[in-house]
């Protein structure tokens, strides 16, 4: 018989084998808290171990437009592999405009990795 299913902790991300009760790594509660919206799961998400999670919440972050996501999006640009780097500077241009985002596209145009250099370039309305 295989392993169950993994739930990761609200507070330290640590896999555990239960959805409810303290965490094994941490001792917080494993379960999110009561009341959560479903953009605040997603801001969450973005810190995630699992790559693919982190992608898909700043993809939704960036489609709905979510501005508390800022802060944690502009985090993962200057500090995440470059793909995830480049679907949250992708997600923040649609949050907070090319405007609003400039001090980060202007020198990720010039010298970002490739991936991310493309998403800025594009938002820049360059073409290189």
Do not use: K
Request: glycine share 10%; proline share 8%.
């Amino acid at each position: 018989m295989g392993r169950g299913p993994t739930h990761y902790c609200w507070h330290c991300y640590a896999a555990n084998p239960v959805p409810v009760g303290r965490c094994a790594a941490c001792g917080e509660a494993i379960e999110q808290p009561a009341g959560v919206t479903y953009s605040e799961q997603l801001i969450w998400a973005l810190g995630h171990r699992l790559a693919g999670t982190q992608m898909i919440a700043a993809q939704v972050l960036g489609e709905l437009r979510e501005p508390a996501a800022e802060g944690p999006l502009r985090a993962l640009v200057a500090d995440a592999d470059p793909f995830l780097a480049a679907q949250a500077l992708r997600s923040l241009v649609s949050i907070v405009g090319v405007d609003g985002t400039r001090d980060l596209l202007e020198p990720l145009a010039e010298s970002g990795p490739p991936a991310v250099m493309r998403v800025a370039l594009h938002a820049l309305g360059e073409v290189r």
